[in-house]
């Protein structure tokens, strides 16, 4: 079952927030965040494993709520090297599973 | 390590031909996936090897599809007889296998069936 993601685009000035949530019709076991360039291939961001987690990363942090099936990421501050496209992932369970993903947030961030 | 590595790059070639594209996982890595990129359905997991091993293809959209990984260092994915509506972006991806490891992903083959 592939996650939903909301919204499908967003347009930021720079120095301004952005929040994309990612949720799922099925139980969560982990959520996976990754940022696609134009024509270049995706590249991973973070992992959260455990329910309530949140990690983090210079200004990109991410919160996953197990109860609610739901994981949101949160760019704070945004840059314009933020801007490509955000797809978040999921597992049926733990594993050597291949990741599902969504459709993608467009992000795009204007001087 | 030079990352994960797939050739070719772009690929043209006519409906019905066949099409085999080729995939180098980082070594050590012991899963591999196949992924197809279109803008209409996005990223979708076509198949997965673990220790070589075919996973789960449920992915693989008809019978021309076929993927093959004869050992740990290479992977192939074959369409035939190929059609127009396989035109995609062809990701192959590889991760030390656990849920709780990121998968690398290649630079991608961009096939267009014409």
């Known amino acids: 079952q592939q996650p939903v993601q909301s919204p499908q685009a967003v347009i930021l000035r720079e120095g301004e927030d952005a929040v994309i949530n990612c949720s799922s019709s099925?139980?969560?076991?982990?959520v996976h965040w990754y940022r696609q360039k134009h024509g270049e291939a995706p590249i991973f961001l973070m992992i959260?494993?455990?329910?309530?987690e949140q990690k983090g990363h210079d200004k990109i942090s991410a919160s996953f709520n197990e109860k609610k099936q739901q994981s949101s990421l949160y760019l704070t501050a945004s840059q314009l090297s933020y801007s490509g496209t955000y797809f978040c992932?999921?597992?049926?369970?733990?594993?050597?599973?291949?990741?599902?993903f969504g459709k993608g947030t467009h992000l795009i961030i204007q001087p | 390590d030079a990352g994960v590595i797939q050739s070719p790059r772009h690929e043209v070639t006519e409906m019905g031909q066949e099409v085999t594209l080729r995939c180098k996982p980082i070594?050590?890595?012991?899963?591999l996936f196949w992924y197809r990129q279109t803008m209409m359905r996005g990223l979708e997991l076509l198949i997965y090897?673990?220790?070589?091993?075919?996973?789960?293809d449920s992915g693989m959209p008809e019978d021309r599809f076929s993927a093959k990984m004869p050992n740990a260092s290479f992977s192939t994915l074959k369409i035939q007889p190929s059609e127009p509506r396989d035109s995609a972006v062809y990701f192959c991806?590889?991760?030390?296998?656990?849920?709780?490891?990121?998968?690398?992903f290649g630079q991608g083959t961009r096939l267009t069936v014409v």
């Open positions: 090897f673990n220790n070589n091993v075919p996973i789960d």
């Open positions: 070594s050590g890595h012991n899963s």
């Open positions: 099925k139980a969560l076991y982990s």
């Open positions: 991806a590889s991760s030390l296998g656990s849920s709780g490891t990121e998968a690398f």
């Open positions: 959260l494993l455990k329910g309530g």
């Open positions: 992932g999921t597992m049926k369970g733990g594993g050597a599973d291949g990741l599902t």
